[in-house]
């Protein structure tokens, strides 16, 4: 005699905690627990009867393991957009019924909020990882800013960065805006108009700063005109601005884009404060890393300049003087014949001044600082005049009114890459042109290097160029391939862009492109606050001001 059983099976599914569906073959819901409805948002069971589900029939499902940094686990993952509410994550399992396989029954479990945990805590740890990888710093803060839109699905994400002297503000990492050269002139345009950066005030607060509603602010304001196009692109609403703190200093600001019904709650803000730390961090360690690579190369510029002088100028010079002195003395001896004597001399003159020039065009490239302070144009003037005299080529320079403007450490790295363009031209490219054009324009220092040699190819250390999806040629490994990473590494750290043309008759462009830094404008004497950030009154989530900034 069999026992009957104490609780019914539709007793059971009335109160599991899970959803419980049943699927008919074409994904139909056919049947739902209570737990079911109350996930999927339905205000009763049979709501959503015969309504098409987001699950996968058990046939049609593949296993998904995790990966050390992934979120997903051997269940299924579901979306759903409920009728009310934001949308849902589901994670569940199917399996057909034996007795008849058209059904399939799903248990599913609500995990939006455990796997957006996961998701963030996933982009902290790759963060990490690129914080230890050798990229540079633009490339770094772009991996951050992707990781934030990753994680918690933003419109999108911006890092500026401050210079040295806590005074500039460059765009040095973004992820869902399209990168476009002229935004920070475009800023600075509607700050001039009247329009308030409140990353500013996230600045000298040094806490993070709430706007809600903030793309309805800026389309009211008649002083964010012209970057109303470029923000109305994405699609956003409100907006976060967190400071970058490193040391006890503010390195920077992280601005991040919510899409319209995102909620910015603690976590969110307790998320973006650690990706900004993370940024914050990166930020600190190029700065170090770069103070000691320009000590290292400044005490191997001034080494190399002292010892050059010092040793084999001054050897060259005596080489010189003695070769005039046995010009003297065949002039004046009829034992040996002059002309033997004028010939080794003019010989040995002609040797001595040229390598002389060489060695000093040496100690100036090794040591621009003095030329630089003059300006940008006269130290790649005087880099162009040098290389004249020294290989025969005909260059070609042609400078905006506006290029002395650019400030000295960013005229250095501008001076080395051209000086590195011109080096590979005459060592591979086999030209005998080359134009030069420097120009500021719409807040962008932009140079242009073309030759018209043979363009990159195989032989002499080059290769034809083919250009990938960002415009940038392909080149030869090596020293020339050095050159041109360092080139591209110093117009990142500006977060800048280079892009190389190339072909085999119309010879090699390399254009420069580097969106000059934002001056963060200082506080008028006698006015609250100190430093070089403006006081302000803070923007708080209960405050909606007619005029508050990006």
Not at 174 to 189: Q, V
Not at 229 to 247: H, I, Q, T
Not at 447 to 469: F, H, K, L
Not at 535 to 541: G, I, T
């Amino acid at each position: 005699m069999s026992a009957s059983p104490l609780v019914g099976w539709d007793d059971i599914a009335a109160v599991a905690p899970d959803g419980l569906a049943v699927l008919d073959c074409v994904g139909r819901f056919v049947r739902l627990n209570p737990a079911a409805a109350a996930l999927l948002r339905a205000d009763a069971e049979g709501d959503l009867i015969g309504a098409s589900s987001p699950f996968t029939s058990v046939e049609g499902a593949a296993e998904c393991r995790a990966g050390l940094l992934e979120v997903r686990s051997d269940e299924q993952v579901a979306h759903w957009e409920p009728a009310r509410g934001p949308r849902r994550e589901f994670a569940y399992r199917a399996r057909s019924l034996p007795a008849d396989p058209k059904f399939t029954v799903v248990s599913f479990r609500d995990v939006t909020d455990e796997w957006h945990r996961q998701r963030r805590i996933a982009a902290i740890a790759r963060t990490s990882i690129a914080l230890a990888s050798e990229g540079s710093l633009g490339s770094t803060l772009d991996a951050v800013a992707q990781q934030i839109v990753q994680a918690d699905g933003l419109a999108g994400v911006q890092i500026l960065t401050l210079d040295s002297t806590g005074r500039e503000l460059r765009l040095m990492g973004s992820a869902g805006l399209r990168h476009w050269d002229a935004f920070l002139d475009r800023l600075l345009e509607c700050r001039d108009r009247g329009a308030r950066l409140c990353m500013l005030d996230t600045l000298k607060e040094r806490r993070p700063i709430v706007v809600p509603h903030r793309w309805a602010q800026i389309l009211e304001d008649p002083a964010w005109e012209p970057l109303h196009g470029y923000l109305g692109e994405l699609n956003w609403d409100s907006f976060v601005s967190v400071p970058l703190m490193a040391r006890g200093r503010p390195e920077g600001v992280l601005n991040a884009y919510f899409a319209p019904g995102q909620e910015i709650g603690s976590r969110t803000l307790e998320f973006l404060a650690a990706m900004a730390e993370q940024a914050a961090l990166a930020v600190d360690y190029a700065t170090l890393l770069q103070r000691e690579r320009e000590g290292a190369r400044r005490n191997e510029r001034q080494r190399l300049a002292r010892d050059l002088h010092d040793s084999i100028v001054q050897q060259v010079f005596s080489i010189g003087m003695q070769a005039n002195a046995v010009g003297v003395l065949g002039a004046r001896d009829k034992v040996v014949p002059a002309e033997a004597v004028r010939a080794f001399a003019d010989e040995v003159g002609s040797l001595s001044r040229t390598v002389l020039a060489d060695l000093r065009a040496m100690v100036h490239e090794l040591r621009p600082a003095s030329s630089l302070r003059l300006g940008l144009e006269d130290a790649v003037t005087t880099l162009v005049k040098s290389t004249e005299n020294r290989t025969g080529l005909s260059i070609r320079l042609e400078c905006g009114h506006q290029v002395d403007t650019v400030e000295p450490e960013l005229a250095e790295d501008m001076y080395r890459i051209v000086g590195e363009a011109i080096h590979n031209v005459v060592k591979h490219a086999e030209a005998t042109t080359v134009t030069i054009r420097l120009a500021v324009h719409d807040h962008t220092l932009t140079a242009a290097i073309r030759d018209d040699g043979r363009g990159i190819t195989e032989s002499g250390g080059r290769r034809v160029a083919q250009e990938n999806e960002d415009g940038e040629a392909a080149t030869a490994t090596g020293q020339h391939g050095y050159g041109l990473r360092t080139m591209r590494e110093r117009a990142e750290r500006w977060g800048g862009t280079m892009r190389i043309r190339s072909g085999a008759r119309s010879g090699t462009t390399v254009r420069v492109v580097i969106p000059l830094p934002v001056r963060v404008p200082q506080a008028p004497p006698g006015s609250e606050g100190s430093g070089s950030i403006p006081s302000a009154v803070p923007l708080r989530e209960a405050e909606n001001p007619a005029r508050s900034g990006s």
